[in-house]
Each structure stands twice: as C-alpha cells, then as structure tokens.
C-alpha cells in the first residue's frame, strides 16, 4: 500500500503565497515522476506543475513565474510553493506520484486526497 498525503492547503487572500507538501509512505522501492494538479469547482483536473526524479520541472503556463516545485528523495516527499495567488487559483490541489513498488515491477500512479486551497479577500 502507498499513500499520499498533502498537506497546507488554506484560505489566502489575493497577492498572498501559500506552501503545499505531499508525503509518500507505505511499500515504496522508489518514487519517479511527482507532481501537483488541482481541480476547480465544475472544471476538469489540470496540470500545475511536475518534477522528475532528478528535478527537471514542467509548469502550466498559467503558473508559470509564481508556483515552484520542488521534492525531497530521502523524505519521499514533494512540494510547491505558490506567490503571488489569484483568485482563479482557488481549487482542491492534488499530489501524485509514479511509484514502484518492489524492483522489476512496474510504476504506477497514486494520488492524494487532495487540500483545498482558497484565494478570496
């Protein structure tokens, strides 16, 4: 079993930064890909931000500048820090992680449960 957790989410007002983390445990022989997506109310889950194992990043235009991804092999765990937050950010934010179990077995994705984030004045 593997789980992710996320953690930091909160109520920010416009302009204002807010740092997520999402931990991986349980059976893991080693993490790939991570990577934030976040869902907005009647709207589809979007890519924000991934990082490789060896920290190359990709970023949705949209965030581009503002939000920075980042991860710590040793603590299975990656993060993202968001400046500069507007409104239209406001969504439930969802970590994932490509996670091979056992050597030889393939990788697969996991998800968190998500954590809600909220711009608003």
């Known amino acids: 079993q593997v789980q992710l957790v996320e953690s930091g989410g909160g109520l920010v007002q416009p302009g204002g930064s807010l740092g997520l983390s999402c931990a991986a445990s349980?059976?893991?022989?080693?993490?790939?890909?991570m990577g934030w997506y976040r869902q907005a109310l009647g709207k589809q889950r979007e890519l924000v931000a991934t990082?490789?194992?060896?920290?190359?990043?990709n970023y949705a235009d949209s965030v581009k500048g503002r939000f920075t991804i980042s991860r710590d092999n040793a603590k299975n765990t990656v993060y993202l820090q968001m400046n500069n937050l507007k409104p239209e950010d406001t969504a439930v934010y969802y970590c994932?992680?490509?996670?091979?179990?056992?050597?030889?077995?393939?990788?697969?994705?996991?998800w968190g449960q998500g954590t809600q984030v909220t711009v608003s004045s």
């Open positions: 990082i490789t194992r060896d920290g190359s990043t």
């Open positions: 994932s992680a490509a996670v091979r179990v056992l050597p030889g077995q393939n990788a697969f994705d996991h």
């Open positions: 349980g059976t893991i022989f080693r993490i790939y890909g």
